[in-house]
């Protein structure tokens, strides 16, 4: 196997962690597993751009600052936020999975894009009200009086499905995305940032 090779190897490995996916399995990783934190996600797909870059021939490493340590002095001092934007370039690197993902893993690829250092980041629930106001997924109760979001007709045909699993904390409903779901999601992002950013200002404590 070459040096390009392994390299390739090993960015395939992280892209798939990157969107939660085990990449020796093949099987999607647990929400509430550590891999699936956001920092680290976007730390993996930054790994993963300096191991593309690496492949092409380009410098190995790729510039990072790290905080200044007089930031620990004001942990507590908040710094609001710039209200969220992606542009049309930024869009384009948004990684997608083939397999479903759920809106945890979706909003954190969507993110990975994000400097949310200084801007809000995506929220899953906007995510979710732009589905519910497009009647792609509705509230709906079971038998036993448990209320939960489940996708429609119109959301299962574009691939949106709806498993009720079980928990710790009792039953639940298990909605996953499929690579076309996530693609009709992506083609309506302004609107759904629009959804985001009527909520009230976020701020960065500085941690």
């Known amino acids: 196997m070459s040096d390009r090779e392994a390299i390739l190897r090993a960015k395939m490995y992280i892209d798939k962690l ?3 996916i085990d990449p020796v399995t093949d099987k999607k990783i647990p929400d509430n597993e550590v891999i699936n934190n956001v920092k680290i996600s976007r730390c993996l797909f930054y790994v993963s751009s300096v191991l593309q870059k690496a492949a092409d021939g380009g410098e190995a490493v790729a510039k990072y600052s790290p905080p200044a340590q007089h930031h620990a002095q004001h942990k507590q001092e908040r710094v609001y936020k710039e209200k969220l934007r992606i542009s049309n370039a930024d869009k384009l690197k948004i990684v997608l999975s083939d397999k479903p993902v759920s809106i945890t893993q979706l909003t954190q690829s969507i993110n990975a894009v ?3 250092e200084k ?3 995506l929220r899953n629930y906007s995510i979710l009200d732009w589905l519910m106001k497009n009647k792609l997924i509705a ?3 079971d038998k036993d009086g448990t209320k939960y979001k489940y996708p429609t007709n119109m959301g299962r045909n574009l691939g949106i499905t709806g498993v009720k699993k079980s928990g710790a904390k009792g039953d639940y409903m298990l909605i996953t995305y499929s690579l076309n779901a996530q693609k ?6 302004d609107a759904i940032i629009e959804f985001n950013n009527r909520t009230k200002k976020s701020y960065n404590k500085n941690t």
């Open 18 to 20: 990157a969107n939660g």
């Open 114 to 116: 994000v400097d949310t």
């Open 119 to 121: 801007m809000q980041e």
């Open 139 to 141: 509230d709906i109760t």
């Open 184 to 189: 009709v999601i992506l083609k309506n992002l």
